[in-house]
């Protein structure tokens, strides 16, 4: 299984922005897609943003119009832009791929607050 590190987590005020990083152990070239998840406390780890090798992408309705996935093949990562970021964001964020499905990574935690 391909395993994954993700980074750039912080600290942020309402309204910042982030860009997250998930760095995957192998090539990602063929992997179908590569996907965002979080999880707030006492919340189930839930979808966040997809996407498909050749660029489709899908997010969740919380997020559409702030959060941008993107991933380099040849750099064998995937980001997530983050903007106009809400309290509600807080939490800790993972990727992870589907076709295959990858290993779960610590994450990095996002924390939204003034």
């Known amino acids: 299984q391909v395993q994954f590190v993700e980074s750039g987590g912080g600290l942020v005020q309402p309204g910042g922005s982030l860009k997250l990083s998930c760095a995957a152990s192998?090539?990602?070239?063929?992997?179908?897609?590569m996907d965002w998840y979080r999880q707030a406390p006492g919340k189930q780890r839930e979808l966040v943003a997809s996407?498909?090798?050749?660029?489709?992408?899908n997010y969740a309705e919380s997020v559409k119009g702030r959060f941008t996935i993107s991933r380099d093949n040849t750099k064998n990562t995937a980001y997530l832009q983050m903007n106009n970021l809400k309290p509600e964001d807080t939490a800790v964020y993972y990727c992870?791929?589907?076709?295959?499905?990858?290993?779960w990574g610590q994450g990095t935690q996002v924390t939204v607050s003034s």
């Open positions: 192998g090539s990602i070239f063929s992997i179908v897609f």
């Open positions: 996407i498909r090798n050749g660029g489709r992408t």
């Open positions: 992870n791929s589907r076709l295959p499905f990858g290993s």
